[in-house]
């Protein structure tokens, strides 16, 4: 019987998460956290050996959905924590489009994969940008609605009135700290709460226009390799998206604790509770002080590869 092994990555936000879902500006880059699972068709849908409930589960299933409904018994694994920020469902999107496409003998473009997983977050949580499943998909590094070369245009992904032009970026030289808060946030309800706050207030927009301004700085200042620059950017985003108000206690604990080590600290990825991340060249530093306020440091590795699929007959 034909097995699928898939696996893909989970990433984190350099800058410009939420501003992206409004069509602005954004960069993500891969990291070695990975989420695997092996696929094969069977009589019921199954999760790690048990039945399983389709509707419980609506990134899959969509993606069976839109694959001809085909019957599969699922084995996962992640070690990305959930509702970390650090893009946990995109890559179980990702991951498992390119299984089922596998299975069903249809195209494993990354462009195609990254747009069906766009679609299964966006029936899942009702809302989002494709930055998420678009890192996972392609792997090392992404810019969205970002002007650089021609020949780094990787996909275009539209959905109502946005379109986003995803590109690849050279991943930097440079190292970054995540610290885990430890609290589990999804990712929809605060994508809702920057809407119904840029809804009733109008200088809301003013802060999204500055995150995405605040993204294109970013941008050259990765392109010219300077940390000083893109360090204070990222704090800068950090304050932007508390006005926001998708930080938390934790997560400013976490920013303030890393900072007197770190070119600059923010919350990656929708906040709530989650991540930050602190760009720095003194980690080990960084670690401990995250450490000391309660978080879980790891310092990520970048420059992964995205999907990964294989076939077992
Ligand atoms: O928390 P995560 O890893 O799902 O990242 C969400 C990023 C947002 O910009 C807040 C939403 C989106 O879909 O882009």
């Known amino acids: ?44 849908f199954k999760i790690n050996g048990e039945a399983a409930d389709l509707k419980a589960n609506p990134h899959m299933r969509y993606i069976i959905g839109r694959n001809d409904m085909i019957s599969v018994s699922v084995q996962m694994d992640s070690k990305i924590p959930t509702g970390s920020g650090l893009g946990s469902s995109a890559a ?4 498992f489009s390119a299984a089922i496409r596998a299975l ?10 990254a747009e069906e997983a766009f679609e299964a977050e966006y029936f899942s949580q009702g809302r989002g940008s494709p930055m998420d499943t678009s890192a996972s998909a392609h792997g090392h590094g992404i810019a969205l609605n970002v002007s650089g070369k021609e020949d780094d245009r990787l996909w275009d992904i539209s959905k109502n009135e946005h379109t986003w032009n995803i590109s690849k970026i050279e991943v930097p030289a440079m190292t970054f700290v995540i610290g885990y808060t430890g609290i589990r946030a999804a990712t929809g309800p605060l994508v809702e709460k ?15 226009n500055e995150i995405g301004q605040i993204t294109l700085e970013g941008m050259d200042a990765l392109r010219t390799n300077n940390v000083v620059e893109l360090g204070e950017l990222m704090t800068k985003d950090h304050k932007l998206l508390s006005i926001l108000g998708v930080s938390s206690n934790e997560l400013n604990k976490l920013v303030n604790a890393s900072l ?20 720095t060249d003194q980690p080990n530093k960084v670690c401990d002080a995250i450490a000391s306020r309660g978080g879980v440091p790891f310092i990520v590795k970048t420059g992964v590869e995205g999907m990964n699929v294989s076939k077992k007959e």
Request: proline share 3%; glycine share 10%.
């Open 1 to 44: 019987m034909t097995e699928i092994s898939a696996s893909a990555p989970g990433k984190f936000v350099i800058l410009g998460e939420h501003a992206v879902v409004y069509g602005k500006p954004a960069i993500a880059l891969a990291i070695d956290r990975r989420f695997y699972m092996t696929v094969k068709r069977d009589d019921e």
């Open 92 to 95: 179980l999107s990702v991951a």
């Open 104 to 113: 069903s003998g249809k195209s494993l473009k990354e462009a195609e994969v």
């Open 194 to 208: 920057v809407r119904k706050y840029k809804d009733s207030n109008r200088f809301a927009l003013d802060i999204i």
């Open 260 to 279: 007197p080590y770190a070119y600059g600290a923010k919350l990656t990825g929708a906040g709530g509770g989650g991540s930050i991340v602190a760009l």
